[in-house]
C-alpha cells in the first residue's frame, strides 16, 4: 500500500478563519513532507518532519503551523491566511530522509485544494 | 547548486505518437533521479527513478536512463495514449546536499485521439 490521504479535498476559508488539514500515511514511514503547489508549477517544499520532528522549516510564514502528532499522521493549521495563500497543498512521505536508496522515494497524497477570500 | 531543467511545454502529441521530454540536471556528486507525473485535478505520482549511472527507470510503458556522461535522465514512451495527458516533473534528490528535491519546472503534454 502507498497511499497517502489528506483531508478536505477542497476548503474555502475566510482570512480570519483557522481551519487545519490532515494526512496520514500507513506505510512505516518516518519523514513527512508539506508542499505548496501553485497552478502549472511545481511544488514548492513548505515543512520536513523526520521521526516526528521539525527537520526543515523552508521560512514559510507563522500563519502556518505544522504539527505531527505521531508517525502516521501530519497536520497544518492554518490561521489569518491572505489570499495569495490560495494553492494545492500536498502531504508527502517517505521511508526517510537518508540511508538507502528507497529512502528517497516520495509518495503524494492527492492534495486540499485550498481557496481563500 | 543543484537545479533540473525540463523542455518546456506544452508537448501535443497524437495517440500513438513517440515520446520524449528532456531534463537534465546540475549536482555535486550523484544524485537520485525521478519523473513524477501529475494528471489533471490529482496530486503527484511517481512514475520512475534511477538512483545511479546507467539505471534505467520504467513504469507503464515510460522509460528513462541516467547518464552521467550528459548529466540526463529524458523520459520515453513509444506509444502515447489519451491517457498520458498530464505534466511531467522530472526531479533529483541529493542526500549529501540539502536533502530536498530539486524539481524541474514540469512539462505539460496533451495527446490527441
Known amino acids: 500500500d502507498t497511499e497517502v490521504t489528506q483531508t478536505p479535498k477542497h476548503l474555502v476559508m475566510g482570512m480570519t478563519n483557522k481551519k487545519s488539514l490532515k494526512c496520514e500515511q500507513h506505510?512505516?514511514?518516518?519523514?513527512m513532507y508539506w508542499y505548496k503547489q501553485k497552478a502549472k508549477k511545481p511544488p514548492e517544499l513548505m515543512f520536513v518532519y523526520s521521526y516526528e520532528k521539525l527537520s526543515i522549516n523552508e521560512s514559510v510564514p507563522s500563519r502556518f503551523s505544522p504539527e505531527c502528532p505521531n508517525s502516521s499522521l501530519l497536520n497544518l493549521h492554518l490561521h489569518a491566511l491572505q489570499p495569495e495563500d490560495s494553492a494545492l497543498y500536498l502531504c508527502?512521505?517517505?521511508?526517510?530522509?537518508?540511508?538507502?536508496?528507497?529512502?528517497?522515494?516520495?509518495?503524494f497524497g492527492p492534495g486540499t485544494r485550498l481557496t481563500v477570500t | 547548486g543543484n537545479s533540473v531543467t525540463q523542455m518546456e511545454g506544452p508537448v501535443t502529441l497524437s495517440e500513438e505518437a513517440f515520446l520524449t521530454i528532456n531534463c537534465t540536471y546540475t549536482?555535486?556528486?550523484?544524485?537520485?533521479l525521478f519523473w513524477y507525473v501529475q494528471y489533471p485535478g490529482e496530486g503527484l505520482q511517481l512514475l520512475l527513478k534511477a538512483t545511479k549511472a546507467d539505471d534505467k527507470g520504467s513504469n507503464k510503458g515510460f522509460e528513462a536512463t541516467y547518464r552521467k556522461e550528459t548529466t540526463s535522465f529524458h523520459l520515453e514512451k513509444g506509444s502515447v495514449q489519451v491517457s498520458d495527458s498530464a505534466v511531467y516533473f522530472c526531479?533529483?534528490?541529493?542526500?549529501?546536499?540539502?536533502?530536498?528535491?530539486?524539481w524541474g519546472l514540469g512539462t505539460s503534454l496533451a495527446v490527441n485521439p
Open positions: 549536482a555535486t556528486g550523484y544524485p537520485s
Open positions: 506505510m512505516g514511514h518516518r519523514a
Open positions: 508527502a512521505s517517505s521511508l526517510g530522509l537518508a540511508g538507502g536508496q528507497r529512502s528517497y522515494e516520495q509518495y
Open positions: 526531479a533529483s534528490f541529493n542526500a549529501g546536499n540539502n536533502r530536498k528535491l530539486i
